[in-house]
């Protein structure tokens, strides 16, 4: 659970451990070893409810649902989505789909079914470069399926009024965080209906990637400004108890 403002957002693991591989995320280095089923999905928002009920009282509620934690949500395709179903179904939880955002590392097999099965909740794409080398290093299916492929097929889910994609930009020092990379970053995404979240790295045990200072990251946010994409810079949370963005490991 993540507090913001007096209410909370809940984010959900899709798997145990990831086959990803991501170098920036202590999940990645685990592998994968499980999917998650769809009820092991929606145990976790119920359990977060029910510990919200008994802890925080009526008037604290879960304001969004993100799929962040534990996995990449397309790998687990049928699970995810039959998890959707339940989360938005009035027989279900009855979360407005505009309330839950599946979180992607580009895994096309799942994008490719995205438009004609997933019932109209939020992408958003962790991007993390525009360049090519870069993404690879960080995201290693970028090598298999290339950017630009992602890229179209997420131009191509229809939005509705007031709904965007979300590109997640991971900012790593002296390494993705130069004018350069917000230059390419606003040139590849002006005229989207994009909004980009900034996300400072949170460092885990035995990563050789550092954070940026404040001052790094508000400039490439103004770069970005001049593209007229809407940035925010998300607030880390967690990182004490290394449980923040790309931390979640697994115990046995
Ligand atoms: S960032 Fe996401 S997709 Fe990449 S290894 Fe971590 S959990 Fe998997």
């Known amino acids: 659970l993540i507090p913001f403002n007096n209410k909370y957002s809940i984010c959900l693991s899709s798997q145990v451990g990831c086959a ?4 920036f995320c202590f999940t990645g280095t685990q592998g994968l070893k499980r999917n998650l089923s769809t009820s092991e999905i929606v145990g976790q928002f119920l359990l977060a409810w029910k510990w919200l009920a008994e802890n925080r009282g009526e008037e604290k509620r879960i304001l969004n649902i993100v799929f962040m934690g534990q996995g990449e949500p397309l790998h687990n395709f049928d699970a995810v989505k039959s998890a959707c179903d339940i989360f938005l179904s009035k027989n279900g939880t009855s979360v407005g789909n505009q309330k839950i955002t599946i979180s992607t590392s580009g895994y096309l097999p799942g994008l490719k079914r995205w ?17 090519a080398e870069k993404r690879n290093e960080l995201i290693p299916i ?20 007031k709904q965007f994609i979300t590109y997640e930009y991971l900012l790593i020092k002296d390494f993705n965080d130069s ?16 909004y980009i979240n900034l996300i400072p790295f949170n460092p885990f045990p ?4 550092q954070r940026p200072t404040d001052l790094v990251v508000n400039n490439f946010k103004d770069i970005l400004s ?21 931390q979640l490991n697994s115990k046995d």
């Open 20 to 23: 990803m591989k991501c170098s």
């Open 115 to 131: 438009k004609d099965e997933i019932p109209g909740v939020n992408l958003a794409l962790s991007l993390h470069s525009p360049f």
């Open 142 to 161: 970028n090598k298999k399926f290339k950017l630009e492929e992602v890229l179209s097929y997420i131009d191509d889910i229809p939005l509705s009024k």
């Open 179 to 194: 004018e350069v990379d917000a230059r390419k970053t606003g040139e590849l995404l002006k005229g989207k209906e994009a």
């Open 206 to 209: 035995g990563t050789e990637y």
């Open 226 to 246: 001049e593209y007229k994409i809407p940035t925010l810079i998300r607030m880390t949370k967690g990182d004490d108890v290394l449980a923040a963005c790309g």
